[in-house]
């Protein structure tokens, strides 16, 4: 079972609406359930992901063979690529991490629109919950 917060689906579901007709790649990374606030129901230790790296479309280094280079790859556990004129599946371009997230017009939340993959291009199944990190000032880094 995969695990991802509902606001990080709808951040992603926005930017790849913004991109479209282009797609979007970008580095996803996990928080432990037992560290976010309403994720009573998934066990302390399960990873969900809830955060995103902004992507820079401006770099194309930056995005060689769908990977962002200059996010460092332990600090991204997942990948979450737009595919505007694509099936919902994992294509060759999207094979460079553990999880995949791969939306599909119309951007929205659905089984036929947004999915959950393995590297394989299997599909896993997926549980959006209604949870947050808690929060942080700026003050605190």
Known sequence: MVYITHALVDVLLDLASDADPDRVTTG???????????????????????????PDPGNAVNAVFGVDLSTPAR????????????ELEVTKRDDLAQVIFVAVPPWELGEDTFGAFNRSGERLPLEVIDARPPEQSLSEY
């Open 28 to 54: 996803v990374s996990i928080t432990s359930a037992g560290e976010l606030e309403g994720a009573d129901t998934v066990p302390p230790e399960t990873p969900v992901f809830t955060d995103f790296f902004l």
């Open 75 to 86: 600090q991204a556990q997942g990948q979450f690529v737009s595919h505007p004129v694509r």
